[in-house]
């Protein structure tokens, strides 16, 4: 047992990890997808049609000149989230700037389209999640 959390300490050691991984290949694939490698088209172009499609009817609510410089950010923060959090790099601030992240993907979701999306597409469960994982390793002795 943990005693921490009275959970088995290997429970409170695959957790964590699953979580990490969870979050992280997701924010991959996410990038992934944008640059058309999930289609098997990969390149600039793909990236240019999501910019111009789902990118900027999920940014709506923005000047329409401020969608590609958002997407781009969006972009390589996933990435180097990804990244990060596969790596265990940092975790305490990378779980918590995911979990803001995924909070901000959902919100603008949710005035585009509706609450419905963001909730079908669990990203504000994803959010909470990466928020558990930030708060598990502030309170986990030896973690960052």
């Not at 290997?10 to 990490?20: E, K, N, Q, S």
């Not at 919100?107 to 389209?113: C, Q």
Request: hydrophobic fraction near 55%; proline fraction near 8%; aromatic fraction near 14%.
């Amino acid at each position: 047992m943990s005693p921490r959390s009275g959970a088995p300490v290997w429970l409170a050691t695959v957790a964590p990890l699953y979580a990490r991984l969870a979050l992280g290949t997701a924010f991959l694939s996410a990038v992934a997808s944008r640059f058309g490698i999930w289609a098997g088209t990969p390149g600039f172009a793909a990236f240019e049609t999501f910019t111009t499609g789902y990118g900027a009817q999920t940014l709506s609510f923005v000047p329409p000149a401020a969608v590609p410089p958002l997407i781009w950010c969006a972009t390589v923060a996933e990435f180097t989230l990804g990244i990060a959090l596969i790596a265990g790099f940092r975790l305490r601030w990378v779980a918590l700037a995911s979990a803001v992240l995924l909070a901000m993907f959902a919100t603008s979701m949710a005035i585009s389209f509706g609450p419905k999306s963001p909730l079908e597409y669990s990203v504000y469960s994803a959010s909470a999640a990466a928020l558990l994982l930030a708060v598990h390793t502030w309170s986990s002795p030896g973690r960052r």
